[in-house]
């Protein structure tokens, strides 16, 4: 019964995957405009910087050793990029702002559009509030960032290689990509590191999310999570695409 609920939040993060959002079709058909990038590494970055305080913020309330121990691993890997010999996951990120025009000294205090706000408060009292049960977080944060099916158009390309071969960045700036967001050719286009994060949660929901409250609870957290994260890629695309501008490429 519980696998079926964790399979039923899985059907649901897939139904709505970033890849059925116009604003990733836009990126992924090489359509992107060096506005729509920046804005896209604007936007995107709060909810990022935001990422391993949710992630802690899970692990500090779950009791089982074992899997408080994969996130704080997952944390880690983050903020160090230690154990893939990178560094800081948000670094990368922002080295793929700067490959696009953005300086990231500008990010922590660039305005942010409601949507993205929205996006912000509802992960942070998801798994930080201690009157929200530690698995609507799970679900509707955790799994929704690591459950993501691949990004990848049409042909199976993927993210990385979209930025590496159609917008020509330099490896620096799609070295974001090869971590998250699909790989594409290499794999079945979920990098490994999402992979192995994905397998915990499903562990931790199927052991705590286990009464009917709590599964609507977690549930209802989900559906919450991807409307407004779709209503943020919208308020990307509507306020910083205009086809009429030139398609982004890398000139050094
Ligand atoms: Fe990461």
Not at 90 to 98: C, I, S
Not at 108 to 120: G, L, R
Not at 213 to 239: K, M, N, P, V
Request: with cysteine; aromatic share 8%.
């Amino acid at each position: 019964m519980s696998g079926e609920f964790v399979a039923d939040l899985e059907g649901m993060i897939r139904a709505r995957a970033k890849t059925t959002s116009p604003l990733y079709q836009t990126i992924l058909a090489g359509k992107a405009t060096q506005r729509l990038l920046r804005t896209f590494v604007e936007q995107r970055w709060p909810i990022k910087s935001w990422w391993t305080r949710n992630l802690t913020g899970v692990a500090s309330r779950v009791e089982d050793i074992a899997l408080r121990r994969s996130l704080i691993e997952n944390a880690y890997e983050e903020e160090f990029g230690a154990l893939s010999h990178s560094k800081r996951h948000v670094e990368t990120f922002e080295d793929f702002g700067r490959s696009v025009g953005v300086d990231p000294r500008t990010l922590a205090t660039a305005a942010q559009f409601p949507e993205t706000v929205a996006v912000v408060e509802h992960n942070k009292s998801a798994c930080n509030d201690s009157h929200v049960h530690f698995t609507a977080g799970t679900a509707s944060v955790l799994l929704l960032m690591e459950g993501q099916p691949p990004i990848a158009d049409e042909q199976g390309r993927s993210m990385m290689a979209v930025m590496r071969d159609t917008y020509e960045l330099p490896e620096w700036g799609y070295e974001f990509f090869k971590h998250h967001a699909s790989t594409g050719a290499e794999g079945d286009g979920v990098s490994e590191l999402e992979d192995e994060h994905t397998e915990p949660l499903r562990e931790l929901l199927t052991r705590y999310c286990d009464t009917p409250q709590l599964q609507d609870q977690a549930r209802a957290s989900l559906q919450t999570a991807i409307e407004l994260r779709h209503a943020h890629f919208d308020a990307i695309l509507r306020e910083a695409y205009d086809p009429a501008e030139p398609v982004f490429h890398y000139a050094g």
